[in-house]
């Protein structure tokens, strides 16, 4: 009998421990995939910004910025623009300028991003913020370098660490392939024969030393003869009692005879060979006087390099020629290596 309840109980234990062993277990939840690119803080000037995801709508308040979207291949991005973005963006919307931005138009398209390379004003910049967008400031470069970080910030800000990241590395590699001959160029020419020049903005605006422009001058190893001035001004002429005329930035005295003068496209150049300041220059008696075009210069594009080679050609023509003939045969010798490579890579095969 009681071998029987023995039995009985065993069959019960059994019993309790097969249901238990066959409760339902809770189901895995999967992990999300984690987004590689996102999302990202960028350090910008002494801020930070972070962007949680790719953006899908874009303002900017720069033409300089709108060209940039552009060339970079964003321009579906960008849903507005400013007032003065260039004649190609005009179907986008204006949404006003850095210091008069037209909010409710701004905040009809809600962008994800706005752009601007001059500072808002508070009390719009605090109503943007408020709408949620996130505003990133990007000052006007004053450096070669500057320009690379500038595009490098953009494509980190739309497509992420890692798809942004490996964009910035292509478009700085093709920056730099265009701007070194300007710099060989600037290193090759000797100082004694250096080419001394001005940079005409307007008649009475000059690019000073303390310009960008008038860094481009001696990048590109031109003697530029308001270096010692300051904010595009002119230096100050002085008349002795013989009756000579010196030309002076503060208590520097500078020469006033360029070789060569470079002036802004929309500027007509008999008004600059008719004035006092350049009449008698060498420049206006041998006919060195070029055209620039300002906007270019002034949006700091992808034509800039080009248009900068051809103001060195313009100057330092044999100089310009030794360095594109340096770079046909480095390009050649890369060419020679890569058929190489390639046909000892066909012969293992074989």
């Not at 595009?151 to 739309?158: D, H, Q």
């Not at 005879?257 to 041998?286: C, H, M, R, W």
């Amino acid at each position: 009998m009681k071998y029987k309840k023995f039995i009985a109980l065993l069959l019960v234990v059994c019993l309790l421990l097969n249901l238990c062993g066959c409760k339902p277990q809770e189901e895995e939840v999967p992990e999300e995939p984690v987004d590689p690119n996102f999302p990202i803080t960028l350090e910008i000037e002494n801020d930070s910004v972070t962007i949680h995801e790719a953006p899908t709508s874009i303002v900017s308040l720069s033409p300089a910025i709108t060209v940039l979207f552009d060339e970079l291949g964003l321009d579906d991005l960008l849903d507005g623009v400013s007032s003065y973005a260039p004649a190609e963006v005009a179907a986008k919307k204006d949404c006003g300028t850095a210091q008069n931005v037209q909010l409710e138009t701004v905040k009809e398209i809600s962008p994800d991003l706005l752009f601007t390379d001059t500072p808002l004003l508070t009390e719009q910049l605090t109503q943007l913020q408020q709408m949620g967008m996130e505003v990133l400031l990007l000052p006007r470069p004053e450096s070669a370098e500057e320009i690379v970080e500038r595009a490098e910030l953009i494509l980190l800000a739309v497509y992420g660490k890692e798809e942004g990241g490996a964009k910035a590395i292509e478009f700085r590699k093709a920056w730099e392939e265009q701007w070194k001959p300007l710099e060989d160029a600037g290193i090759a020419v000797v100082e004694e024969e250096k080419k001394s020049v001005l940079l005409l903005a307007d008649l009475d605006l000059v690019a000073t030393g303390d310009s960008w422009e008038g860094q481009l001058l001696k990048l590109m190893g031109m003697n530029n003869l308001s270096d010692e001035g300051k904010d595009w001004q002119l230096p100050q002429a002085q008349t002795d009692e013989a009756g000579t005329v010196t030309y002076l930035y503060d208590d520097v005295v500078v020469e006033w005879n360029p070789d060569v003068i470079f002036y802004n496209s929309q500027l007509d150049v008999e008004t600059i060979k008719a004035s006092e300041l350049y009449s008698n220059s060498s420049a206006v008696g041998n006919v060195a006087l070029y055209p620039v075009d300002w906007g270019t210069l002034q949006l700091q594009n992808g034509e800039l390099p080009e248009m900068l080679g051809s103001m060195v050609e313009q100057v330092y023509p044999d100089v310009w020629e030794l360095i594109q003939d340096a770079i046909e045969e480095a390009k050649a010798a890369e060419e020679a290596a890569a058929q190489e490579e390639a046909e000892n890579e066909e012969e293992k095969e074989e």
